[in-house]
């Protein structure tokens, strides 16, 4: 009887949660798996390598002090999606090589000049860091406060690190919801 009582309390609380979570409509999706960069660019960015421990494919990129930018999504407001968004997530696999590195994702908001008008960062340090196995790590920022869903506004999205101890980024991806 209290098997049954069980199974039943289990059962009503799945549903209620299955009920209560929120999916977001995502309205765009850009990916970067790092072997395309390779593929798609003229000019790869330096910090692209071969690496066997690859997340997914056989590139990687390494951010440190000598290579301290990622690969860059460069996009006007008015270009990225015809349905409206107010947020966008911006999600990677990262891989430290020591705790010392200071990862950040980035969203560096420009005017129709190419001026910077709102960088927004978030930094991943310390022990938050993995340095055994790749972790996923996403940064979601609201982009209806103040003028940043401005339609003349260039988003710039990457990854960055300038502590000489790299880490290793793939699968990056930005959502906009």
Not at 3 to 10: A, G, M, P, Q, Y
Not at 19 to 45: E, H, L, R
Not at 61 to 77: E, L, Q, R, W
Request: hydrophobic fraction near 35%; glycine fraction near 4%; proline fraction near 3%.
């Amino acid at each position: 009887m209290n098997t049954s009582k069980l199974i039943i309390i289990v059962l009503i609380t799945t549903i209620l949660a299955a009920c209560g979570s929120k999916k977001k409509d995502f309205v765009a999706v850009y990916k970067s798996d790092m072997d395309t960069q390779i593929a798609w660019a003229d000019n790869p960015i330096p910090g692209l390598v071969k690496n066997p421990l690859a997340k997914s494919g056989i590139y990687v990129c390494k951010v440190d002090s000598i290579h301290p930018y990622g690969p860059t999504f460069n996009m006007a407001v008015k270009n990225i999606s015809e349905k409206k968004f107010n947020h966008v997530k911006i999600s990677c696999w990262m891989k430290a090589e020591n705790q010392s590195a200071e990862p950040s994702l980035v969203l560096d908001i420009q005017d129709a000049n190419n001026k910077s008008v709102e960088w927004l960062g978030k930094k991943f340090t310390g022990l938050e860091l993995n340095t055994k196995d790749w972790e996923y790590y996403e940064y979601e920022i609201n982009l209806s406060e103040k003028d940043r869903l401005k339609d003349s506004n260039v988003y710039r999205i990457y990854i960055t690190n300038e502590k000489t101890s790299g880490v290793y980024c793939d699968d990056l991806e930005i959502s906009f919801y």
